[in-house]
């Protein structure tokens, strides 16, 4: 039952949003970790000797700063194969390398990174969504459908912790 608690009434709050606020300091981000993770202990009656990532892999989700990693992710899989779907402002987010080359290239399936001079650009969604695309194992990128690509990529960033 509080599994489900849980799952109602906090994991939304910290759901929503996150690809923006995410992006903020780490000082800033840790805060929100270790409520979540103090949280988990209380639900699981557990203390404080018990590792943070057996807490997550009991409730089979990620930490914040992984939630944000993967709801970035999942907003360049729809970029690159549901641009329909998304708003019209999203149209330019990023560019594949193909589209650079006329020739065939081994990295035609990653992102394009523009050069960026500030800490601000570094940050910003669409370089750290490029960023992230391309540092993942290229059998994520040729999912063919968006729940199986969530469902991986999940499993994908919980393994990462081990």
């Known amino acids: 039952m509080l599994h489900n608690i849980y799952f109602a009434f906090i994991y939304p709050h910290i759901l929503y949003g996150i690809e923006i606020y995410g992006?903020?300091?780490?000082?800033?981000?840790?805060?929100?970790?270790?409520?979540?993770n103090n949280l988990f202990r209380i639900l699981k009656n557990r203390g404080?000797?018990?590792?943070?990532?057996?807490?997550?892999?009991?409730?089979?989700?990620?930490?914040?700063?992984?939630?944000?990693t993967c709801?970035?992710?999942?907003?360049?899989?729809?970029?690159?194969?549901?641009?329909?779907?998304?708003?019209?402002?999203?149209?330019?987010?990023?560019?594949l390398n193909s589209t650079f080359h006329l020739?065939?290239?081994?990295?035609?399936?990653?992102?394009?990174?523009?050069?960026?001079?500030?800490?601000?650009?570094?940050?910003s969604i669409p370089f750290k969504g490029s960023l992230l695309w391309n540092n993942l194992p290229v059998y994520l990128h040729q999912i063919p459908t968006f729940n199986l690509f969530k469902n991986r990529l999940k499993s994908h960033l919980l393994s990462g912790d081990k």
Not at 24 to 32: H, I, N, R
Not at 106 to 116: D, E
Not at 117 to 123: A, K, M
Request: contains cysteine.
């Open 103 to 123: 020739h065939n290239t081994r990295n035609k399936h990653l992102l394009h990174l523009s050069p960026i001079n500030t800490s601000h650009g570094h940050r």
């Open 23 to 36: 992006n903020t300091c780490l000082t800033y981000l840790d805060k929100l970790t270790k409520i979540n």
């Open 71 to 95: 709801q970035i992710l999942c907003l360049v899989y729809k970029f690159l194969y549901y641009k329909q779907l998304l708003p019209a402002v999203f149209t330019n987010y990023s560019t």
């Open 48 to 68: 404080p000797s018990v590792p943070c990532v057996l807490l997550y892999s009991t409730y089979n989700t990620l930490s914040p700063s992984k939630l944000h």
